[in-house]
């Protein structure tokens, strides 16, 4: 189902129209209203009336990560305070946290966007959404609630963690719609298999929607299988309120952004030019509705492309590719460059291991180690080296031949990686510390 066809399926044309009106009057409030906007606008001699259209956008000024700490908490905040009604920060991942400030109207517009992802499986009365993102400053929590509430669809709020209990009300109350990050999903399709109370046949699961860190088609296959669901990506971010930037629709085939709401670009991260069409660089994004916070340019650090094809749901908002991870998430790895996500992919074709897995880097001996940790499942486990030899090697060829990398694997009972309840943590890099 397409949730609000008037927008997702515009023409371009109107698009434009309808982005070139929302960033003329964003420019002005942020100008207006935010003076550290005032500052970098007057730095580059732009004045708001200088921005007539969305082709004016390459004009404004870019917001990094490293202002949004500068300007921590409410520096970047447009509207006063009286007017907000809702304050959430990142989880921290990479630092301090970002804060962002909603007004009722952010708080609608950003159910607004789960609500288009949620649609896609057909979401709505009747159903009972079990948001498994943490509750909290998390915006995983409240944002896939508030979607779901738009839709008018029984929301069951039971936050992450607690595996046991998650399965157990899943199959008594009958969920249908399964909201958690990928890496959860997968702990919770594992507590579901252990389980001598919860059986599979007995969930009415019908989709997850899954987002808030990267994840890969071999992921997918293997929560769908398991889980026997169709498995969606929802990506967001709290810079632009939170999940619901975009989502999947029923192709799977990119991810849709809610472009009347957040203007994406692709740069170069080095030049902060644009990309040509359909080359790979890091996303950017304009708020176009947002009042209490509204951003200018963020450099989200995401590396994806944007597809501009029509897609065959009919939907003509631009799709986005997987996201191949964060810059800063990036490992140089004695020069060769190693993002997490390929090591997942190339995990997730042998399907002797678990997409479980852990990466060390260290520095030894003046050179750059890889440690891999992966699980056997437990038909092909032992705790014989010479008996986990043959599946070692192919593994070790194809990270070779696809990353370029030469792993040192070592093969771990199965269960023995640890499972996170909210945002996976894949690495630990040693040589920070030396
Ligand atoms: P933090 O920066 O503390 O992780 P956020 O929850 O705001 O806090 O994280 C947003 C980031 O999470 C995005 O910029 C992106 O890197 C990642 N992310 C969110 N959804 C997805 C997704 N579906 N696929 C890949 N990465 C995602
Ligand atoms: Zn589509």
Redo the contacts with the bound molecule.
């Keep these: 189902m397409i949730h609000n066809p008037a927008i997702e399926c515009m023409s371009r044309e109107d698009m434009r129209k309808l982005q070139s009106e929302r960033l003329v009057k964003t420019v002005k409030t942020c100008y207006d209203n935010v003076p550290f906007y005032r500052r970098k606008m007057d730095e580059l001699g732009v004045k708001p009336e200088d921005i007539k259209s969305i082709d004016d956008i390459h004009m404004l000024p870019f917001t990094t990560k490293h202002d949004l700490r500068d300007e921590y908490p409410f520096g970047l905040q447009a509207a006063p305070m009286s007017e907000v009604r809702r304050i959430h920060a990142?989880?921290?991942?990479?630092g301090k946290?970002?804060v962002d400030t909603y007004t009722d109207n952010d708080l609608d517009n950003w159910a607004e966007g789960v609500a288009r992802v949620l649609a896609v499986a057909d979401t709505g009365k009747g159903d009972i959404v079990q948001v498994s993102y943490g509750y909290g400053l998390?915006?995983?929590g409240l944002g896939a609630h508030d979607g779901a509430a738009k839709l008018g669809a029984v929301q069951l709020p039971t936050s992450a963690g607690n595996s046991e209990k998650q399965i157990m009300l899943m199959q008594d109350f009958g969920s249908s719609i399964l909201c958690c990050t990928p890496s959860y999903a997968l702990h919770l399709a594992e507590v579901i298999e252990a389980s001598d109370k919860v059986h599979l046949q007995n969930l009415k699961l019908r989709a997850g929607f899954?987002?808030?860190?990267?994840?890969t088609e071999g992921m997918r296959r293997e929560l769908e299988t398991k889980l026997h669901i169709k498995a969606y990506?929802?990506?967001?971010?709290?810079?632009m309120s939170?999940?619901g930037v975009g989502g999947e629709c029923e192709y799977q085939d990119g991810?849709h952004l809610w472009e009347d709401m957040f203007y994406p670009e692709i740069i170069n991260p080095d030049t902060l030019e644009p990309c040509a069409p359909g080359e790979f660089g890091e996303l950017v994004f304009t708020s176009l509705c947002k009042e209490a916070m509204p951003i200018l340019r963020y450099r989200?650090?995401?590396l994806t492309r944007l597809i501009y094809e029509p897609c065959k749901c009919g939907r003509t908002a631009v799709r986005m590719d997987?996201?191949l991870?964060?810059s800063d998430d990036m490992l140089i790895v004695r020069g060769v460059n190693v993002f997490p996500s390929q090591i997942e992919t190339v995990l997730t074709e042998f399907p002797v291991f678990t997409p479980q897995y852990f990466i060390t880097v260290d520095r030894k001996n003046n050179e750059d180690s890889f440690d891999l940790d992966v699980e056997l499942r437990s038909e092909y486990f032992s705790p014989n080296p010479s008996k986990q030899m043959p599946y070692i090697k192919p593994l070790y060829d194809r990270i070779v031949s696809l990353v370029g990398i030469k792993p040192n694997i070592h093969i771990k009972e199965p269960g023995a990686i640890t499972r996170s309840i909210g945002?996976a943590k894949h690495v630990e890099d040693k040589r920070k510390f030396k």
Excluded: H
Excluded at 210 to 215: C, I, N, Q, T, V
């Design positions: 990142s989880s921290g991942t990479t946290p970002v998390f915006t995983g899954f987002g808030a860190e990267p994840w990506d929802i990506y967001g971010l709290t810079e939170g999940p991810t989200t650090r995401d997987r996201i991870g964060r945002k």
